[in-house]
């Protein structure tokens, strides 16, 4: 880091330095030292440096711009998670408490016109677009004020993180799965262990779910204070090659897809019914147990 010695006078003034160095020894020296080690702690608090990597961080409630919502983040502490064979370092990072819900997505596709339903043109890394309009009923029927976001595709999810990072200049997008399993684990290691009534108390699974998915945050959270990171719906995340994973057992798995190593991939058949030509970019037709969870580096 840079100081500024125009706003440092004691480091500035090189002359004076030199001859305190000179006829002061090392006692004018030690002065000297403790006097700049003083004046840096006298900095005003706006210029104080950024916290160091690792520094503990706070819970973040954002609320979403021009509106009441609040989407509440969880401080998750960096660590070393093993995805497949390979073992990778996270820093920390925020996570939101719950998936993504109706009323935050709205927000989002009400802050601009909708993309043209036929459209297919590539976005720039940086561009911001919104979904086209849905031919179906997106939430499906099943509810929307509290419920969680189905039927998106990966580039919708990304946008949302991409709008939400231009309005708020804070760095907000979809996890790792490195990220995402790191969280999900909440510091356990190893093979994944769950018994049957703490699945019941934290996960919304194919033995409870009646096979719809319920408001988010109504079960058990884990040790970090995340809800729904098993079950429920499934969870965009980039892979380690950068390429979209749904991350996560849905409510339409059995005990032993309940777990942090669960991934999906898109296949055909999460758009199998939808009529359009070309199928939407934006909506899952068959995708109703994919969804998202924000995070937002520090």
Not at 4 to 17: Q, Y
Request: proline share 10%.
């Amino acid at each position: 880091m840079r100081l500024n010695a125009s706003k440092h006078p004691a480091m500035g003034n090189e002359k004076l330095l030199r001859s305190l160095r000179i006829n002061g020894g090392p006692t004018i020296g030690a002065l000297l030292a403790l006097g700049v080690l003083i004046s840096w702690f006298m900095i005003p608090s706006a210029a104080q440096p950024p916290a160091a990597p690792g520094a503990k961080l706070a819970p973040l409630t954002e609320t979403l711009p021009g509106s009441v919502v609040k989407i509440q983040m969880v401080p998750i502490p960096g660590g070393t998670v093993k995805i497949g064979a390979r073992m990778v370092t996270v820093k920390s990072f925020w996570m939101a408490r719950t998936e993504t819900p109706w009323e935050a997505f709205d927000v989002f596709t009400a802050s601009g016109p909708p993309s043209p339903p036929y459209d297919q043109t590539a976005f720039a890394p940086d561009a911001i677009a919104r979904p086209s309009k849905s031919y179906i009923l997106p939430d499906l029927g099943w509810g929307h004020h509290g419920y969680p976001v189905i039927n998106v595709s990966f580039l919708a999810a990304q946008m949302f993180c991409r709008w939400l990072a231009a309005a708020t200049r804070k760095h907000y997008r979809l996890p790792t799965e490195a990220e995402w399993e790191l969280a999900c684990r909440a510091g356990a290691a190893g093979a994944w262990k769950i018994d049957k009534a703490l699945l019941e108390k934290s996960t919304w699974y194919a033995g409870n779910s009646g096979g719809t998915t319920h408001p988010v945050g109504k079960k058990l959270p884990n040790q970090w204070g995340l809800s729904d990171m098993l079950g429920n719906a499934g969870e965009w995340a980039t892979d380690l090659e950068g390429k979209p994973v749904l991350c996560g057992g849905t409510f339409l798995d059995g005990p032993a897809g309940i777990a942090p190593g669960t991934r999906r991939r898109q296949t055909p058949q999460w758009q199998e019914t939808d009529p359009q030509f070309p199928k939407s970019r934006w909506w899952l037709a068959d995708g109703k147990f994919v969804g998202f969870r924000i995070v937002c580096e520090p």
